[in-house]
């Protein structure tokens, strides 16, 4: 099974107006953490915000927020106000394991297959 | 501050030919290394990763390699490659003691193989 699930064709959204991406996850631990990242055409993969599995409020980081539902384990991105330069790739990820050291399996982040973001002007 | 570069940027290679993709970190030390591929609108895969010098953990069996001779130093390597190696090769590092173990990415190596 997928460890993490990234189901969204091609997602649109008029400029300003904000958008939640969504992301899906499978995992029997108990402590873990998100991320979300944002690929643009050159590439580069960006981090933008990370949720951790005890962390009682929702992660926020300027325009973007992580909608974290534990029961339904899902970890939707909100993008609020959107910009031209918000359209890219949008990666969810999760590390399984305890936060704090990585010497191990919890070192690693397994990424989903991503959704493509177009801002209308 | 950390940087993380990697080489080259572009590669075009025949089939059958050898690989080297270089990955450097500077700015920190002992840092976890990590090497994914992504194929042609496709998520990231994790192909390699390194807790320290020597130590290299393989998540998908193929004919690719990894090595880290210095702490800050990660290469893919292939002897031969194919095909279905062509896509856009990703190094990042991240901090072995940290609250959230966020990765850092390079800017990407794009193969093609012919």
């Known amino acids: 099974a997928q460890k993490i699930t990234q189901t969204q064709p091609g997602m649109f959204v008029q400029e300003k107006e904000a958008v939640t991406l969504d992301c899906t996850y499978d995992?029997?631990?108990?402590?873990?953490?998100l991320f979300w990242y944002k690929q643009p055409s050159s590439g580069e993969m960006i981090f933008l915000i990370y949720?951790?599995?005890?962390?009682?409020q929702n992660a926020t980081e300027g325009r973007y927020s992580l909608n974290f539902q534990k029961a339904r384990k899902s970890a939707n991105l909100v993008i609020s106000a959107s910009q031209l330069g918000d359209s890219a790739m949008y990666f969810c990820?999760?590390?399984?394991?305890?936060?704090?050291?990585?010497?191990?399996?919890?070192?690693?982040?397994?990424f989903g297959k991503g959704i493509t973001l177009s801002v209308r002007p | 501050s950390q940087t993380i570069h990697q080489w080259p940027a572009t590669l075009v290679q025949p089939v059958g030919s050898p690989l080297s993709l270089e990955c450097t970190v500077e700015?920190?030390?002992?840092?976890?290394l990590y090497w994914y591929r992504q194929a042609a609108g496709r998520g990231l895969q994790l192909l390699f990763y390194?807790?320290?010098?020597?130590?290299i953990s393989s998540e998908v069996p193929q004919n690719l390699s990894a090595s880290r001779p210095q702490d800050r130093q990660f290469i893919l390597s292939s002897k031969k490659l194919l095909l279905s190696d062509s896509g856009f090769y990703l190094c990042?590092?991240?901090?072995?003691?940290?609250?959230?173990?966020?990765?850092?990415f390079g800017e990407g190596s794009r193969l093609t193989v012919l």
């Open positions: 990042a590092w991240s901090v072995r003691t940290a609250n959230t173990g966020e990765l850092f």
């Open positions: 700015g920190t030390s002992n840092p976890n």
């Open positions: 995992t029997s631990d108990q402590s873990y953490g």
């Open positions: 949720q951790g599995s005890y962390d009682e």
């Open positions: 390194s807790v320290g010098i020597g130590q």
């Open positions: 990820a999760m590390r399984e394991g305890p936060p704090g050291v990585y010497t191990g399996a919890n070192s690693k982040l397994t």
